[in-house]
């Protein structure tokens, strides 16, 4: 029974680690975010990139505590789109956050402490308000998904 315990929670980190990831991205996606729009446009950006680094940090607090070695953020990614018109930005913006769902969806998969899901499920849902209001930015049906993170079709 312990070396399952020992191989749930070691997924459960591997996920965490992976959502980490995933928010180093969206760091650095934001920055390309905001300099695409207007400056009047661009607290929206700064917003959504405060908030990430805020789950960064909580994450890489919360993997050092466990004594897990915390991803290090690549020296930068790369876009999967030209970021050339603040649709563009809007559409990267959608990217970003549907990344991050994904992502946690995949923690929530692995958790198996009632903090991780509630911080999975937290995380979660935040992204898909961001993204419902990117996606109207960026001329897309604004349509929420009742379980963001997971693939359509």
Not at 30 to 43: F, K, M, Q, T
Not at 56 to 85: K, N
Not at 123 to 141: C, I, P, S, T
Request: net charge negative; glycine share 10%.
């Amino acid at each position: 029974m312990a070396d399952d315990e020992t191989s749930a929670t070691a997924a459960e980190d591997a996920a965490l680690d992976a959502a980490l990831a995933a928010e180093h991205a969206a760091v650095w996606g934001y920055g390309a975010v905001g300099a695409a729009l207007g400056p009047g446009d661009r607290g929206s950006a700064a917003v959504a990139e405060a908030a990430h680094r805020e789950v960064r940090d909580r994450l890489i607090t919360l993997l050092d505590e466990r004594g897990t070695e915390p991803a290090a953020p690549e020296g930068g990614y790369q876009l999967p789109f030209p970021v050339l018109a603040p649709v563009d930005a809007a559409a990267l913006a959608v990217v970003l956050e549907e990344g991050v769902a994904a992502a946690w969806v995949r923690v929530l998969d692995r958790a198996v402490e009632r903090t991780t899901r509630a911080l999975a499920v937290e995380v979660l849902g935040a992204a898909e308000v961001r993204a419902v209001g990117w996606r109207a930015a960026a001329g897309r049906a604004t349509a929420t998904s009742a379980l963001p993170g997971l693939p359509t079709g």
